[in-house]
């Protein structure tokens, strides 16, 4: 009997991914191989070239890289997918993408307008003016998705 329960136990690890930590960033290029139209109109906007906005002098500081570049691993992108939905390693595949409760719990974020906030601050700077966020989200986020409330 230990025999034969050892041998079922092996057969279910055996196949079984190691622990990988943390979820990792994948890319925009990653995203617009099933998300072509977003990956699009992420192009077309700020947000795409919130790294390159930056003066060189702070392209370096990590005040700055916090928001114009969340992605350390590719900061000449600017402010990502992932940015708002979180690190795509874990729910990229396309059937985990199809299941809403499961790419939910591998970690997809829905977007808020308070995780908006966390850079679109009216106390950064004199430079920038402050934004009303619920007035812009129609214009910027996924072709006029209302906007989720934040709690």
């Known amino acids: 009997m230990f025999?034969?329960?050892l041998i079922v136990a092996s057969l279910l690890f055996v196949g079984?991914?190691?622990?990988?930590g943390e979820p990792t960033t994948i890319g925009p290029?990653?995203?617009a191989t099933c998300h072509s139209a977003q990956h699009t109109q992420w192009q077309g906007h700020a947000h795409a070239r919130a790294y390159q906005s930056l003066p060189a002098k702070d392209r370096?500081?990590?005040?700055?890289?916090?928001?114009?570049?969340p992605d350390p691993?590719?900061?000449?992108?600017?402010?990502?997918?992932?940015?708002?939905?979180?690190?795509?390693?874990?729910?990229q595949e396309a059937h985990v993408?199809?299941?809403?409760y499961l790419r939910g719990y591998l970690g997809l974020k829905d977007s808020k307008l308070k995780d908006c906030q966390t850079c679109h601050q009216a106390d950064h700077g004199a430079k920038l003016k402050p934004?009303?966020?619920?007035?812009?989200?129609?214009?910027?986020h996924h072709g006029n998705?209302?906007?989720t409330p934040a709690p």
């Open 97 to 100: 993408m199809r299941d809403p």
């Open 16 to 20: 079984a991914p190691a622990q990988a």
């Open 145 to 147: 998705t209302p906007p």
């Open 60 to 69: 370096t500081n990590p005040l700055c890289l916090t928001c114009h570049a």
């Open 3 to 5: 025999q034969r329960t």
């Open 29 to 31: 290029k990653a995203c």
């Open 131 to 140: 934004l009303d966020l619920a007035a812009l989200w129609n214009k910027l």
């Open 73 to 91: 691993e590719r900061p000449e992108a600017g402010v990502t997918c992932e940015a708002c939905h979180g690190a795509g390693s874990e729910y």
